[in-house]
């Protein structure tokens, strides 16, 4: 799991950018929307962490990994409607990280966006992206 200055940099940047929906981050309190509304949900599946530099007066450390972004839409809405262009939202979101230097976790490049092809199983259809980073430590 990504440390908590990464993911209080991806929480800073989706509060900013993103006002469509609910989000749910690890272990979030709260459930699935009760009438079935859209939301967003954060995980951090990995990171690792490299020591780069020994001795005074600091040590460089890196933590590397990823996090990924679903948007989790009512099925059978398609995936870019009029009224409520997830399509075209996320794509929107994914520019809010792309380039990005924020501190000190620079945000690398995506995966995605992706569709879940058997999300249709259920209630909720998802689209999502991940995002590499790379965030550098002092110690």
């Known amino acids: 799991m990504a440390s908590l200055a990464v993911q209080n940099t991806v929480a800073s940047i989706l509060a900013a950018n993103w006002t469509y929906t ?4 690890p272990n979030a309190t709260g459930s699935v929307p009760s009438d079935n509304s859209a939301f967003l949900e954060v995980v951090y599946p990995f990171c690792n962490e490299q020591q780069y530099s020994f001795g005074a007066p ?4 890196e933590e590397s990994g990823a996090f990924r972004v679903v948007l989790n839409i009512p099925v ?10 997830w399509t075209t ?3 929107a979101l994914m520019q809010q990280f792309r380039g990005k230097f924020l501190n000190s976790t620079e945000f690398l490049g995506f995966t995605g966006p992706t569709i879940l092809d058997d999300a249709d199983d259920g209630a909720y259809f998802e689209i999502s992206f ?3 980073y790379r965030h550098m430590l002092l110690a």
């Open 22 to 25: 609910d989000v749910y981050g």
């Open 58 to 61: 600091t040590n460089y450390h």
């Open 76 to 85: 059978g809405i398609g995936i870019d409607p009029p009224g409520t262009p």
């Open 89 to 91: 939202r996320i794509e």
């Open 130 to 132: 991940a995002c590499s």
